[in-house]
């Protein structure tokens, strides 16, 4: 299936609620994905999944911002129509200052080629 490279300054950021319900995304988002913002809102974030992903890269996302930490890694995600891209994602917690609750924030940058090579060698490993 074919690859959309991000171009350096494609910077793909969304929001979700504390399970993962997406709850905004920003334009590069929604056109490297090929969503619509509606089709995204309310959405489990899983809808950009791509099934190279391991199991186990989301399972150290989920706890290392549940324990309040940023967590840092290469995200291969799938395009609306079949495709895919990889993004450089940072995950940080927050707290909504007008009614104390979480949430979490993703803003994804264009990976090297070679940072790409090595993700992907890493993730067969872990499949
Ligand atoms: C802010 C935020 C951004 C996320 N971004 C992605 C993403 O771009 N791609 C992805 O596959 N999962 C992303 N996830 C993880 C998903 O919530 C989910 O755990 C993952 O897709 C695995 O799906 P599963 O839980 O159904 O196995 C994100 C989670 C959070 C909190």
Redesign the pocket.
Known sequence: MSEYVLKLNDFLV???DEK?IIVFANDDFCKVAGYTIDELVGK???I???RD?P?AA?KD??ET?KRGEIWTGY?K?KTKDGGFYW?Y?T?APMVDPKDNKKY???C?RKPSAEEIKKAEALYKTMN
């Open positions: 969304s929001q979700t993962g489990p974030h899983n950009v999944r791509h992903m199991k989301f996302l989920w911002v995200v995600n993004v994602a995950v979490y924030l993703s994804r």
